[in-house]
């Protein structure tokens, strides 16, 4: 059943919080508070998955709670999860759905590309069982890799972002590799988002196929902007990876839409640098404050 057009759902929320910012939801036990990991020692606990699963539950519903003014969406990168075995996985099923009951959009950093049947189970765990609003995916496979994710895209209101300039410094080993037409092979894939995404226009003139680009490559960031206007950027390395708001300018379109911006460490740690304040409220302020650079940026100041 479908829930709306995606695209539209995602930049109403922009426009009535008046932010860009996604949170990623990368739980590390080494970097949670301290009156967590306190709150639940490991003698409590059978194994050490369970005793992280505890924290990571704690840490993560206070800060759904705490953000939820200020942020769009949530990222849970399913791989901390996976981590955990079993109960990770069942956290992650828990989040998700605490994280839409609250009112943020689900994009479940899953990465994930295959071929036929083995697509179709990808596309119905993250999409219908766990319940993601959209997912990340890999290009590799092609097109019908991908088709069961766009399936979701037509009929029932989901999202897809697919990978086409990531953050790392790596990337380009691949990413940037020139095509017999001169071309990196990125652009090619930027190509590929703007054919997948024919026929998924919302109402506000964007699709529901949406492109993941890093905001590390602010150049090629631009350039992808101006070759995809009506594809939503999922733009991460904000923050932690060095990218910061100035450098965003060009990658949100002439209505200061059309993009919105993950940060993961810088908001869910910030009370190692703001120590003054409670581990919650010290994630508040960061993203009060990425929030306000973001919109600045992006012409709205």
Request: aromatic share 8%; charged share 25%.
């Amino acid at each position: 059943m479908s829930e709306g057009h995606f695209a539209d759902r995602l930049f109403e929320a922009v426009e009535t919080k008046r932010s860009h910012v996604v949170v990623g939801l990368d739980p590390d036990y080494d970097l949670l508070p301290p009156e967590i990991r306190e709150a639940h020692p490991p003698s409590e606990y059978g194994t050490e998955e369970g005793m992280k699963a505890a924290c990571y539950e704690e840490f993560l519903t206070g800060l759904l709670e705490s953000l939820r003014g200020e942020v769009v969406a949530v990222k849970p990168q399913i791989a901390y999860y996976e981590a955990l075995g079993t109960l990770g996985y069942q956290l992650y099923m828990r989040v998700v759905a605490l994280a839409r009951d609250l009112g943020y959009l689900v994009i479940a950093d899953v990465k994930r590309g295959d071929i036929g049947s083995t697509a179709e189970a990808y596309a119905k765990a993250h999409l219908d069982v766990a319940g993601a609003d959209a997912v990340t995916v890999n290009p590799y496979f092609g097109t019908d890799g991908l088709e069961p994710f766009f399936r979701r895209v037509r009929d029932a209101g989901k999202g897809v972002f697919v990978l086409v300039k990531t953050s790392n410094p790596g990337s380009a080993e691949l990413q940037d590799l020139a095509l017999a037409s001169g071309e990196p092979l990125y652009r090619r894939v930027a190509d590929l988002v703007n054919r997948w995404g024919e026929g998924t226009e919302g109402s506000r003139g964007y699709r529901s196929v949406g492109a993941v680009v890093g905001g590390t490559h602010a150049a090629e960031g631009s350039e992808l902007r101006m070759q995809m206007p009506g594809v939503p950027l999922l733009i991460p390395g904000y923050g932690a990876q060095g990218a910061r708001a100035d450098d965003l300018r060009s990658m949100f379109d002439a209505e200061g839409s059309g993009a919105v911006v993950n940060s993961a460490r810088a908001i869910l740690y910030a009370y190692r640098k703001r120590m003054d304040v409670s581990w919650r409220e010290a994630a508040l302020q960061e993203a009060q404050v990425m929030r306000a650079a973001l919109w600045e940026a992006a012409g709205r100041g």
